[in-house]
């Protein structure tokens, strides 16, 4: 059974750049897998950041980029804020409809 | 505005069976395909299964760990999507949340998915004990 790996936490510094990853138990991460990412604060639904690997949705901060690197999905937060402390999750396409997420990255931004 | 309503979630004895529902609006509901997701108290995220739309033969898909005993479904005229969960486990106990995946339609009215789910409910809760 395929496994998405993420860091379990995360610090970075206000004004900061930090880099999560999402990675596979086996294999690499390409963009054939058109890693996901979503953003959730606690009580919260999650909100969607990066889809197609690179694709900001709509009203997300430019801050908030995706890429591939190395073998992994990548998220990376240029310039962190406050408010950007929250979980960071990745998910996977696997084919045949079917999804796994991540086990997500709890990010503190102090 | 774009909204997904979930509702139903509640309290079930294991071994139970309890239906959740997912009200949409503010968009073509028939053209979409739509996501359960889960999430236990203090864990992470799990893709349960999804819809997809007539087109596509309301085609299902699903996690393992539910194949068997969940089962997805839709009611286009009703623009509602439906999670029937079944001989429930104690480890079922999540909040619930349906999610639309994303798509569009082109310039002939033709509807394109795109690989992302967009829009979330605020999610349902159950809870599933003796």
């Known amino acids: 059974q395929t496994v998405v790996t993420q860091e379990p936490s995360f610090s970075v510094s206000p004004g900061g750049t930090v880099t999560l990853t999402c990675g596979l138990s086996?294999?690499?991460?390409?963009?054939?897998?058109?890693p996901t990412w979503y953003q959730q604060t606690p009580g919260q639904a999650p909100r969607t950041l990066i889809f197609?690997?690179?694709t900001r949705s709509s009203g997300v901060p430019d801050r908030f980029s995706g890429s591939i690197l190395g073998n992994k999905a990548a998220l990376t937060i240029t310039g962190a804020q406050a408010d950007d402390e929250s979980d960071y999750y990745c998910?996977?396409?696997?084919?045949?409809?079917?999804?796994?997420f991540g086990g997500g990255t709890k990010l503190t931004v102090l | 505005e774009v909204q997904l309503v979930d509702s139903g979630g509640g309290l079930v004895q294991p071994g139970g069976s309890l239906k959740l529902s997912c009200a949409a609006s503010?968009?073509?509901?028939?053209?979409?395909?739509f996501h359960w997701v889960r999430q236990a108290s203090g864990k992470g995220l799990e893709w349960i299964g999804r819809?997809?739309?007539?087109?596509?033969?309301?085609?299902?898909a699903y996690a393992a760990s539910v194949q068997g005993r969940f089962t997805i479904s839709r009611d286009d005229s009703r623009n509602m999507a439906y999670l029937q969960m079944s001989s429930l486990k104690t480890e079922d106990t999540a909040v619930y949340y349906c999610?639309?995946?994303?798509?569009?339609?082109?310039?002939?009215?033709?509807?394109?998915?795109?690989?992302?789910?967009?829009?979330w409910g605020k999610g349902t809760t159950v809870t599933v004990s003796s």
């Open positions: 999610t639309r995946h994303s798509g569009y339609y082109d310039s002939t009215g033709s509807f394109h998915y795109n690989y992302y789910m967009d829009v």
């Open positions: 503010g968009f073509t509901f028939s053209g979409s395909a």
């Open positions: 819809i997809r739309n007539k087109a596509n033969n309301y085609a299902t």
């Open positions: 086996s294999g690499s991460v390409t963009s054939s897998y058109y």
């Open positions: 197609s690997t690179n």
């Open positions: 998910a996977l396409y696997m084919g045949s409809g079917i999804w796994v």
